[in-house]
């Protein structure tokens, strides 16, 4: 079965970095767009980014852009999302995603990874 694993959530004070990391099994790993996508209490799943099949192509939320990264190593099977200048306002539930395409909207992507969370403190 597909298998989207997610680490390197934690408790951080804000200005701090963070990276997030996601292993995927039981797919075709360079096959897929790769989506990063956050939910904070009480709000939607918003998106954060995507990095399309070998990685030359990325989009980033414009709340992100400028603070976060994201890449992937496709002999890793392994997608990454490295966040610089963490604000408390970036505290959430953080979810990989797996889809044909990269998108924006959740509705776009298959598979998803439990979540890690994070969370920054002023």
């Known amino acids: 079965q597909v298998q989207l694993v997610e680490s390197g959530g934690g408790l951080v004070v804000a200005g701090g970095s963070l990276r997030l990391s996601c292993v995927a099994s039981?797919?075709?790993?360079?096959?897929?767009?790769m989506g990063w996508f956050r939910q904070g209490p009480g709000k939607e799943r918003e998106f954060v980014g995507t990095i399309a099949w070998s990685g030359g192509n990325t989009w980033l939320a414009d709340s992100v852009k400028g603070r976060f990264t994201i890449s992937r190593d496709n002999a890793k099977n392994t997608v990454y999302l490295q966040m610089n200048s963490l604000k408390p306002e970036d505290t959430a539930v953080y979810y990989c995603?797996?889809?044909?395409?990269?998108?924006?909207?959740?509705?776009?992507?298959?598979?998803w990874g439990q979540g890690t969370q994070v969370t920054v403190s002023s």
């Open positions: 995603a797996a889809g044909t395409t990269p998108r924006r909207t959740r509705y776009e992507y298959d598979y």
């Open positions: 039981g797919l075709t790993f360079s096959s897929y767009a």
